[in-house]
């Protein structure tokens, strides 16, 4: 799915920027090597980089258990 038409940023490297580090959306586009231009998709980008956050907290968490 396409997040931003103006850069043509996918959810699926919104994704990866996210799991890479990127804690916003203007960090994950430059991480992509663009930047926001009209605005309308910052928050959804910063839906999916909070969602991928809770995924990895909750996936540190399972892992440091098993431990």
Known sequence: MIVCVCNAI???EVR???R???RT???????L???PQC???LCYAQEIIDEEQKC????HL????AA
């Open 20 to 22: 890479s580090g990127a």
């Open 10 to 12: 996918t959810e699926q």
């Open 25 to 31: 959306p203007e960090a994950a586009y430059a991480a």
């Open 39 to 41: 605005g309308t998709c």
């Open 56 to 59: 990895s907290r909750r996936l």
């Open 16 to 18: 990866e920027v996210s």
């Open 62 to 65: 399972v892992t440091s258990e």
């Open 33 to 35: 090597g663009c930047e």
